[in-house]
């Protein structure tokens, strides 16, 4: 009988290339991504970065703006890839509208205490920094190659 195990593990060379983000440094997160334990759970589905209050928060992606506006008082601005939708929140003020192109780095408003950045591919929130790539190797029972 022949068993094989299906092995998945985050490439993050792929996962740079494949996802395409700008984020900010890693030093300046002051609140990590926290996937919920279903779907409707309690989590954090992205990461707040500190931003100094007043500076031009840049899009971390290129692509079509979905949304800009208001949502419970506070304000977003969210890019669709096509294969991704990143949000932007925490925003002072929104310099984007809706149907506009943007481009990685380009400003889409101005910066709160802190920006938050969410990243959705399908209905499923993903880890920004990773994106949710995965790379996947099927191998078969008692392969005696190290996996790589």
């Not at 309690?42 to 970065?49: F, V």
């Not at 294969?83 to 925003?91: D, K, P, S």
């Not at 943007?102 to 969410?118: F, K, L, M, N, R």
């Not at 191998?139 to 005696?144: L, R």
């Amino acid at each position: 009988m022949l068993v094989c195990v299906l092995l998945t593990w985050a490439e993050p060379s792929i996962v740079r290339a494949s996802c395409g983000l700008e984020l900010p440094p890693r030093d300046s997160i002051v609140r990590e991504f926290l996937r919920p334990p279903c779907e409707r759970c309690a989590g954090h589905r992205g990461i707040d970065y500190e931003t100094r209050a007043g500076s031009d928060v840049p899009s971390v992606a290129r692509g079509r703006v979905s949304f800009a506006g208001q949502v419970a008082g506070r304000l977003y601005v969210v890019v669709d890839t096509g294969a991704l939708r990143v949000t932007h929140g925490g925003l002072a003020a929104v310099s984007v509208e809706e149907g506009q192109m943007v481009a990685s780095g380009q400003v889409i408003g101005v910066a709160g205490s802190t920006t938050y950045i969410g990243v959705r591919r399908g209905q499923w929130y993903v880890d920004p920094r990773s994106c949710g790539v995965r790379r996947t190797r099927l191998v078969s029972e008692g392969d005696g190659e190290r996996h790589r």
